[in-house]
């Protein structure tokens, strides 16, 4: 065993152990969409006396963790997002009214004195007041008070909690603590209300929030006039409940937040869904990952095992990157993880068909000699196919949020974790094996001493598929006007993240009728809503803004007409989030376009990135196209699937161009479409069976990922078809034309050892 041998296995293990320790010590982070609760964001606003600039983003911050903290939440989360957003994740609740309540009341709190009833024609009139000394409210029964000027705001509160007294009867009560001027100034205020009587409105103190009286105690007969509640503390009793001290406390704890707030976005999911996502990606990925295995196994024998074997160390890595990053794992970022399943084949699929190659060329020097050129020769198109796709993980998490840009976590962790197990492991274990005298004497048990079916068809036929090149070109231009054509005619579907809105699911216990519940819903006052159910008793309303007091409506409307439903998911989008969500989707799309082209026409000529940019538009206009004729909507999971069919689309353009390069290299008398037809032939074995080993997962993903993974796995698998047809019959026909038209002498590129792929065919 040679020491390079041996650094590559001890590396391996370490890394394997290392992960294996992570795997059970720590446990990976799921995002509510799997766990279940509530995310809301919030956008801090400016007000006319404060600017939302980032200082009062984060005074806001703070604030709202005080009131977060005092819900009782198990684990909330809170923390900044950019310049003025705010995202608050609550584990467990799955009724975000009473949380988004307290979390948005944001107008300045303020403690006024009553001056007495309201006149009949006052109710009307309710100036602010910072627009008049007087301010007309009802109170909390609902009777119109006139207030005076406030006399304390939330900033001269120290604290507030909600407090049991038993012994004296009082029951709870909530403790206020003032701090600094303010223990004078409540002194005041309430020795001002002592010298009323008893009865009299004018005794009271009112509490105001939100332009709300949230609570107008009386002062205690117990007080002395102009002395009032001395001592920095006060008590508010009133026979309240547990629930109702607690509140009151909050609200007043939380105090006033420095800048207005606006809820977003806000998502709800049942935990349900989540555990049944769980369930059926766990379940895809156990059976896509059988079938990948047996396949790569029939295909390439003992090589294929280890290469099942290191899949399984793939799997092993990845999550244990997941979890030590402290990454959190979303429902298209499990998607993602088990798609990477069958991306991780793609290394392993070229260095075998390479060494395929290397072996029928040079039988004399051996296996091992065949597998050391396999994996050397495959090394660039490896790194150039996976680098492309670390480019679309990399605008997903920069330019996406939410589980979109989880996805792209996991698919960039996922990419590093297969290039570890193809070019390590994979290479650590098929050396041992090559090496062993019992292997060496039966060459075609690794797999790789037969050059396979496919090849020894396309060497019986060699068939010359660039002859009709301008065919295979107006044959997509065909494809690209029947996709697009359904764009024209029956639109797209915008999901709400991208039209702003509110979407709400629910599992019905019996089946509703679409139009049943949408007339239902139209009596409700929701004549716009739109309604769609599926065959398993699930139903979906999709409506513009609505409150969560109106959602709550529509929830008691679906149940009226289900006998009981549950809401299993809940999503609320901003109308300027949707349209700022919009915005980022074109431009990661024209990223994703701009930075492909560019570091393909770095790695090799303007004409090769040209024609494998124009492959990638073809393919994501076409899986655009197809989903508006299916009526499939349009969200940010879709957005994750088309920027993983861009980047698989120009993994399999970057190997075709990698072997016409490698070909140019060491022959440059041959016409240049005669190289590239040859270049397609010799990378259409690892075409097909990387092909292959993706449908594979994608299938079980499609048939058992459930309802909330199928229309993600069903554009990948679009993706994926149209893609492999693209790289030969879209990327390099136009190559060849784009090559023609070009003076430009061939790419200059040193030729490498054991570059002598045309033998293979």
Not at 179 to 201: H, I, Q, S, V, Y
Not at 639 to 650: P, Q, R
Request: charged share 20%.
């Amino acid at each position: 065993m040679t020491r390079a041998i041996r650094v590559r296995a001890f590396f391996a293990l370490a890394v394997l152990a290392l992960s294996l320790y992570i795997t059970l010590t720590v446990p990976v982070r799921l995002g509510l969409d799997l766990r279940g609760g509530t995310q809301i964001v919030l956008e801090t606003k400016d007000s006319p006396t404060a600017k939302a600039d980032s200082e009062a983003t984060d005074r806001t911050l703070e604030v709202l963790r005080h009131r977060i903290d005092a819900l009782g939440v198990a684990e909330p989360s809170i923390a900044r997002s950019g310049e003025n957003r705010i995202i608050v994740e609550l584990p467990g609740i799955q009724d975000p009214r009473e949380a988004a309540d307290v979390l948005g009341r944001t107008a300045q709190l303020a403690f006024h004195p009553v001056l007495g009833i309201a006149d009949a024609d006052e109710t009307s009139r309710k100036p602010l007041p910072k627009q008049s000394a007087e301010l007309v409210l009802p109170d909390e029964s609902g009777q119109p008070v006139r207030l005076g000027p406030s006399a304390l705001t939330g900033a001269d509160v120290e604290s507030a909690e909600a407090r049991i007294d038993q012994q004296s009867g009082v029951g709870w009560y909530v403790g206020v603590d003032f701090k600094g001027a303010g223990g004078d100034a409540w002194a005041r205020l309430t020795g001002e209300a002592a010298c009323r009587p008893a009865g009299d409105p004018a005794r009271r103190v009112a509490i105001v929030l939100d332009d709300k009286v949230i609570s107008s105690p009386q002062v205690n007969s117990s007080v002395a006039c102009r002395t009032g509640i001395a001592g920095g503390s006060t008590q508010i009793t009133g026979s309240f409940s547990r629930d109702e001290a607690r509140e009151l406390g909050l609200l007043i704890n939380g105090g006033a937040l420095p800048v207005p707030v606006e809820t977003v976005e806000q998502r709800t999911v049942g935990p349900t869904l989540g555990a049944s996502a769980i369930e059926a990606s766990a379940r895809a990925a156990v059976i896509g990952t059988a079938l990948t295995s047996l396949f790569i196994i029939a295909v390439y024998r003992l090589l294929g095992a280890l290469a099942a074997v290191a899949l399984a160390c793939y799997g092993v890595i990845s999550y244990a990157a997941l979890a030590a990053l402290g990454a959190t794992l979303t429902l298209p970022g499990l998607a993602g993880f088990v798609l990477a399943i069958g991306m991780a084949v793609d290394a392993n699929v070229l260095v075998f068909e390479r060494a395929r190659e290397e072996y029928a060329a040079r039988q004399s020097k051996g296996l091992r000699a065949a597998l050391t050129a396999g994996f050397r020769n495959a090394f660039s198109a490896i790194a150039d196919s996976n680098i492309t796709t670390l480019i679309a993980a990399g605008l997903l998490f920069f330019l996406a949020s939410g589980p979109v840009r989880g996805f792209g976590v996991t698919l960039g962790i996922g990419v590093l974790a297969s290039m570890l197990s193809a070019l390590v492991i994979t290479r650590v274990l098929a050396d041992y094996a090559v090496a062993r005298r019992s292997v060496r004497r039966r060459p075609r048990l690794t797999g790789i001493a037969d050059t396979g079916k496919v090849r020894d068809w396309l060497v019986r036929r060699d068939p010359d598929l660039m002859r009709r090149r301008r065919t295979w070109l107006a044959a997509s231009a065909a494809a690209l006007v029947l996709a697009t054509s359904g764009i024209a005619l029956r639109g797209l579907d915008f999901g709400v993240e991208f039209t702003g809105g509110r979407l709400m699911e629910y599992s019905t216990s019996t089946p509703v009728d679409a139009d049943r519940a949408r007339d239902a819903l139209a009596d409700a006052g929701l004549p716009r809503a739109v309604v769609q159910t599926s065959g398993d008793g699930d139903l979906s309303v999709r409506t513009d803004q609505l409150s969560n007091a109106e959602a709550a409506k529509v929830d008691r409307t679906i149940g009226d007409l289900a006998g009981s439903a549950d809401k299993i998911r809940d999503e609320l989008i901003g109308p300027s989030l949707g349209d700022e969500l919009r915005r980022g989707a074109l431009i990661a799309l024209a990223s994703a376009l701009a930075a492909q082209l560019l570091y393909l026409a770095v790695r090799f000529r303007w004409t090769f990135g040209t024609s494998a940019v124009a492959a990638m538009a073809h393919d994501a206009l076409i899986l655009v196209g197809v989903f508006a004729w299916l009526g499939k909507p349009i969200d940010g999971v879709f957005l994750a699937a088309l920027l993983t069919v861009i980047g698989y689309s120009v993994n399999d353009s970057v190997v075709v161009f990698d072997r016409i390069r490698e070909l140019s290299a060491s022959d440059r008398k041959t016409p240049f479409s005669r190289l590239a037809n040859t270049a397609i032939l010799q990378t259409l074995p690892r075409t097909v069976n990387t092909g292959m080993g993706a449908v594979f997962i994608l299938s079980a993903l499609t048939l058992l990922g459930g309802d909330s993974l199928t229309d993600f796995a069903l554009a990948l698998l679009i993706g994926i078809v149209v893609g492999t047809y693209s790289s030969m019959f879209t990327a390099a026909p136009l190559a060849i034309e784009l090559q023609a038209r070009s003076t430009a002498p061939p790419p200059d590129v040193k030729p490498r050892s054991a570059q002598r792929g045309a033998a293979a065919i």
